[in-house]
């Protein structure tokens, strides 16, 4: 099984950036497959990457995710070949559609019918980078744009037909078109004795363009922890699972939530919720069972990670995405190191 890892959060803003370097670069060593990057409305995901390109020699560098509304398709494909450029083949292109409160908020676009708004915008990103004229007519994007004085445009660097776009979706009809048109799927709130949540609409959308479950990279995981006091490491990472349930996405609109719902914890997924949307923080974090906690993450005794690990494995996961502890970056490299080997030796 492959390990990938996040660079920074969300809302990472620069801090400790050179301590952040070489946390990469002895994961790049360690023989980490991946890093991705995200953005919110901290640093980018585009301008860590083309830095790290630089710093590492093996490790793959993606986009985890990148905001589609935030930019126009062809902008991200030129973007894409360009990080495939200067990372000599090592660009993996992430996608996702965000939600309404940023998008809507922040990039002042609509965040109406995103499924069709992602579909479209790969439609074009594979016409860009096949080397083919940029010529489209669809809802969301129109090129060249009508009753002006345009042209369908062909983007001038190399074509790059096999340049890797992963997905980052959780609703049904989303998870369909990822097993339809993209290289790997970044799947998130996932538990690995429901997987068929996730992987009945993925191998869907695979037998759609002719190909099989087996023909995606499938990224899921969690927090790695090993520890005695189980209970101490249960709660510590209640607040984050209870950010989840309740604040990604807007009170109307939260895909993390429905997917637990459609897991089976529809009752506390929406306590939590209906706890975090009230301002009843406190009480939202206490209404996580611990059962949830253990189920998507890999903390707890060696024993326990071990069987995660082969939960995560048996269900399908191609590559284990993970986050380590630590206060200081040395302790989160050690914490690092210390989890590839153990899933290295499980591996084997």
């Given amino acids: ?8 959060s969300a809302y990472y803003n620069g801090e400790d950036w050179d301590q952040l370097v070489d946390y990469t670069m002895a994961a790049d060593k360690m023989g980490v497959a991946q890093a991705w990057s995200a953005e919110a409305w901290g640093m980018d995901a585009i301008v860590p990457l083309a830095y790290l390109a630089a710093k590492t020699e093996n490790i793959q560098l993606g986009t ?15 973007t894409a070949q360009s990080l495939d450029t200067v990372s000599k083949g090592r660009f993996i292109l992430g996608l996702g559609v965000s939600g309404p409160q940023v998008v809507e908020g922040l990039h002042g676009a609509a965040f109406a019918k995103p499924l069709s708004r992602l579909r479209e915008c790969v439609e074009v990103l594979h016409i860009a980078l096949a080397g083919e ?72 959308g695979a037998a759609k363009a002719g190909r099989s479950l087996q023909d995606l990279d499938i990224q899921a995981g969690g927090y790695f922890e090993v520890g005695e006091n189980v209970e101490e490491l249960i709660a510590a990472r209640k607040p984050a699972l209870a950010f989840t349930l309740g604040a990604m996405g807007s009170a109307k609109t939260n895909f993390y939530n429905d997917a637990f719902c459609r897991a089976g914890y529809e009752d506390t997924a929406k306590e939590v919720q209906s ?23 890999l903390i707890g005794t060696e024993d326990m990670v071990k069987e995660r690990l082969n939960a995560f494995a048996n ?25 590839m080997d153990m899933i290295n030796r499980a591996s084997a």
């Fill in 1 to 8: 099984m492959k390990v990938s890892i996040g660079i920074g």
């Fill in 64 to 78: 985890g995710i990148l905001q589609i509304s935030s930019r126009v398709p062809s902008m991200i494909a030129m």
């Fill in 133 to 204: 004229k940029l010529a489209y007519e669809g809802e969301h994007y129109v090129l060249p744009r009508p009753g002006g004085e345009g042209k369908p445009i062909r983007l001038s660097q190399p074509p790059r037909p096999n340049l890797p776009i992963y997905l980052a979706t959780l609703g049904p009809k989303s998870l369909e078109m990822t097993g339809e048109l993209a290289n790997g799927w970044l799947g998130t709130s996932f538990i690995p004795e429901h997987a068929d949540v996730f992987f009945d609409h993925l191998r869907a």
């Fill in 275 to 297: 706890l975090w949307v009230e301002g009843k923080r406190d009480q939202a974090i206490q209404s996580v069972p611990d059962e949830m906690v253990l189920l998507t993450n």
């Fill in 315 to 339: 269900a399908g996961v191609n590559t284990l995405r993970i986050s380590t502890g630590g206060d200081t970056w040395p302790e989160r490299t050690a914490a690092l190191d210390a989890a």
